[in-house]
Nanobody, 121 residues
């Protein structure tokens, strides 16, 4: 079994910064990909940023140049540095990992519990 722990959300003024972290623990052989999603009230969950094992990154257009996703393989962790935050970035942010367990053959999807990010104008 794998557990995910998210941290770092909160309330910030427009133009400010926050850093989200997601650390995984448990039976883990490999993680691919590492993603951050978000869901704003009344909207569908969207993929914000993705990072694959070979270093490829993807960002939704609305956060390009402002958000940076990074990973710490030793800690099985993924971070999302969010700069120049806007009120429209307000949402619940979810960490998503594709995990290959020790001795396993298939990757499994794991989601964090969600963390609130609120950007005031």
């Amino acid at each position: 079994q794998v557990q995910l722990e998210e941290s770092g959300g909160g309330l910030v003024q427009a133009g400010g910064s926050l850093r989200l972290s997601c650390a995984a623990s448990g039976s883990i052989f490999n993680i691919d990909p590492m993603d951050w999603y978000r869901q704003a009230p009344g909207k569908q969950r969207e993929l914000v940023a993705s990072l694959t094992n070979d270093g490829n990154t993807h960002y939704v257009d609305s956060v390009k140049g402002r958000f940076t996703i990074s990973r710490d393989n030793a800690k099985n962790a993924v971070d999302l540095q969010m700069n120049s935050l806007k009120p429209e970035d307000t949402a619940v942010y979810y960490c998503h990992l594709g995990v290959l367990p020790n001795g396993g053959y298939y990757y499994h999807d794991y989601w964090g519990q969600g963390i609130q990010v609120t950007v005031s104008s």
